[in-house]
């Protein structure tokens, strides 16, 4: 099993990215799957939960109306849509297998002027 994100960068505020999560080993269509980010001297945060079934995703408030999800299941790829990016949004990315102990590498965003 693996998890691999892209897509990370630095963006001025106000700007968009997407970040993506290309999954091998595993069939990402038959799994739940986490979002979370972690900035310097902070604990690691769950941003966004998406759910395998019912097409569903559950967001943290502190990026709710500003990222959403998406799922390319023949590409057994993730994806996050960052809107509206702010520079506390600053963090490195990383997607997760729920309830698994299966991680990503991470990818680093960087908002700033």
């Known amino acids: 099993v693996h998890l691999v994100e892209s897509g990370g960068g630095l963006v001025q505020p106000g700007g968009s990215l997407t970040l993506s999560c290309v999954g091998s080993?595993?069939?990402?269509?038959?799994?739940?799957l986490n979002w979370y980010r972690q900035a310097p001297g902070k604990e690691r945060e769950l941003i966004a939960h998406s759910a395998s079934a019912y097409d569903w995703t559950d967001y943290a408030a502190s990026v709710k109306g500003r990222f959403t999800t998406s799922r390319d299941n023949a590409k057994n790829t993730l994806y996050l849509h960052m809107n509206s990016l702010r520079v506390g949004d600053t963090a490195l990315y990383y997607c997760?297998?729920?309830?698994?102990?299966?991680w990503g590498q991470g990818t680093q965003v960087t908002v700033s002027s």
């Open positions: 080993g595993f069939a990402l269509s038959n799994y739940d």
């Open positions: 997760k297998i729920a309830g698994t102990p299966y």
